[in-house]
């Protein structure tokens, strides 16, 4: 078990790693549709989102192939965000959902039921009694919406999910697997991104968060994955105040 635990967390560390470094130096369409300005009006790229994606969600997906669709849909949406809704000052659900009911349809609406369906597709998959399906969909949407959250600052977003995701490592079975997987994509991008070199962007955010949601739904019964669907809608409720206080501290 100690092997397989390893060689995930090895995969989806090589694979974000060798990613970033392939799109880096082709930079497909140009480095300047790769290049975004961060919080503190530096030059950034975008090279570690996909990379951390397709990371994440190969390590995940060889482990159970639900797992490794969830985590590429939240990427997939998540690059969509990235690339249509640039510029978009719109944040959090409300305001998303108020335009839908205006008939304008976001970007982020867009990502927001797309990464819903997925997690519910995946939870059905992933569990067998039908409220734990239910349940662990929440878990997986409401994961990755959870740590785009906190992407804000440099390092916060992949920080999270190593503390987070860590002690999954110890749960034993396909939980401590799918931890292992999401743990290297994100201790593989955490130094360019602390050192404002790279941006996790939408596109890495959320499936770094979906792949935690998957680990979380492999390593817990019932009444974990009631606490951890829980603390996931809590975050959601709260969502603009927990996003304003994270870019104010």
Request: hydrophobic share 55%; net charge positive; with cysteine.
């Amino acid at each position: 078990m100690v092997f397989r635990v390893a060689t995930s967390f090895a995969l989806a560390a090589g694979l974000t790693r060798a990613g970033t470094a392939v799109l880096r130096a082709a930079a497909p369409g140009g480095a300047a549709r790769w290049e975004r300005k961060n919080h503190a009006g530096r030059t950034v790229g975008l090279y570690a989102g996909p990379a951390t994606a397709l990371g994440a969600a190969v390590a995940a997906g060889r482990v159970r192939p639900a797992a490794g669709f969830a985590v590429l849909a939240a990427g997939v949406c998540g690059a969509y965000d990235d690339v249509a809704g640039a510029g978009d000052r719109r944040r959090g659900f409300r305001a998303h959902l108020s335009a839908l009911r205006r008939g304008e349809v976001t970007s982020g609406a867009v990502k927001l039921f797309g990464i819903s369906a997925a997690g519910l597709v995946a939870g059905a998959l992933l569990k067998e009694r039908p409220f734990d399906k239910v349940l662990a969909g929440i878990v997986i949407a409401g994961a990755a919406h959870a740590v785009n959250l906190v992407d804000v600052r440099p390092g916060r977003a992949a920080g999270a999910v190593l503390a987070l995701g860590a002690p999954g490592l110890l749960r034993g079975g396909s939980g401590a697997r799918l931890a292992a997987g999401v743990t290297g994509a994100a201790a593989a991008v955490l130094p360019d991104d602390v050192e404002e070199r790279v941006m996790l962007g939408d596109t890495g955010a959320h499936a770094l968060g979906a792949a935690l949601g998957t680990a979380a739904v492999a390593c817990n019964g019932r009444a974990g994955l009631a606490a951890h669907a829980a603390a996931v809608v809590a975050a959601a409720v709260y969502g603009d105040r927990l996003s304003e206080w994270a870019r104010s501290a």
